[in-house]
């Protein structure tokens, strides 16, 4: 790191609390990977990206099928960034000899879209310049530099692209000439993927191209990414460096469609924790929360103070918004 990690400067006495409010067994078992676990969720992953396109050309002319099937398409392709999240961690295998990790990943991104390099690189240094408002890539370049509702909206429209791959350009401009090479070939070769298989559904009719490649890719995709972005760092406490991610309480559809990408606060607190063990990791932080006094939030919240209470990204709520909860209590909306 080329500055020194900011988050790491400040997270010293946390980590050592964190560390003490949960015994030695405890973490030893949340830290265990089991690949088949991680294997299990893939192959469940590719049947879905599978199975909803087939689902969709059988059933075109009955919207009560191909419209869900389209929803559930949108969300599993976004769910394959949460994958290569898991590869970025290393948290599929406990050794990887054979380096299948970086292979992986590549799968993962081209699936989602994303370079695989530039996510690690974006993803790591958002980890270590947590609470930079500058050096956090995606604080500085991806978050709304204006709180208006109308750019908020955008988030989750077609309009995600141009603003999430311009926050991404932006980004790269200090990285290494080697780097943004094989970023360019990994992006180029993921959109390469993309436009084959669209052009392919075009061929097949334009109405499959439409139901099964447009409206995943371009209607549904921007709602998924920004719903799941909302629950990492939109409602924070900036002078508490334990809260300087949201704390959620998601429930089973939504830690089924994010992959338990929703406990976000529990990651960043152990980055090396496979996802399948966050749940478990979320209840064993439970007293620690309510020591600490971190309310949680509910999506539906969380959307409500986006669009209707206007509310600065990066902030604490106010303390008149009904929003916020006592110690160790869900918010509820």
């Keep these: 790191m080329a500055k020194a990690a900011y988050y790491y400067q400040h997270a010293g006495p946390l980590n050592r609390e964190l560390k003490q409010s949960l015994d030695g067994p405890t973490l030893k078992a949340l830290h265990h990977k089991q690949p088949w676990r991680h294997f299990a969720v ?137 780097l943004r090479a094989r970023i360019k070939k990994e992006r180029l070769a993921a959109i390469g993927g993309h436009l084959a298989v669209l052009i392919g559904y075009g061929l097949l009719s334009p109405g499959f191209l439409l139901k099964a490649g447009i409206i995943p890719l371009f209607f549904v995709f921007p709602v998924a990414f920004a719903i799941n972005r909302l629950g990492q760092h939109y409602v924070i406490d900036p002078d508490d460096v334990a809260h300087w991610s949201t704390r959620m309480q998601p429930n089973a559809l939504w830690n089924t469609v994010f992959l338990w990408s929703s406990f976000h606060l529990e990651h960043h607190y152990f980055p090396a924790v496979p996802f399948y063990n966050l749940t478990a990791l979320n209840r064993a932080l439970q007293p620690f929360y309510a020591r600490r ?17 206007n509310h600065l990204p990066h902030s604490a709520p106010r303390p008149t918004q009904a929003e916020t909860a006592p110690a160790g209590q869900r918010v509820a909306d």
């Design 293 to 309: 006094g971190i309310p949680s939030y509910t999506y539906r919240a969380l959307l409500k103070l986006w669009f209707l209470d």
């Design 42 to 178: 893939v192959l469940r992953q590719c049947a879905l990206l599978i199975g909803m396109p087939f689902l969709i050309f059988h059933f075109q002319n009955q919207p009560l099928i191909w419209v869900p099937a389209a929803v559930i398409q949108g969300f599993t392709v976004f769910s394959f960034s949460v994958l290569l999240h898991e590869a970025v961690h290393k948290c599929i295998f406990n050794r990887d000899q054979h380096n299948l990790t970086r292979w992986l990943g590549l799968f993962y991104g081209s699936v989602s879209g994303l370079a695989a390099s530039q996510f690690t690189r974006w993803h790591m240094d958002h980890h270590f310049q947590l609470g930079d408002g500058d050096a956090d890539p995606k604080r500085a370049h991806l978050s709304p530099k204006r709180n208006a509702r109308r750019l908020k909206l955008l988030y989750f429209t077609p309009a995600l692209y141009p603003i999430y791959f311009r926050a991404a350009f932006k980004a790269q401009q200090d990285y290494e000439p080697e």
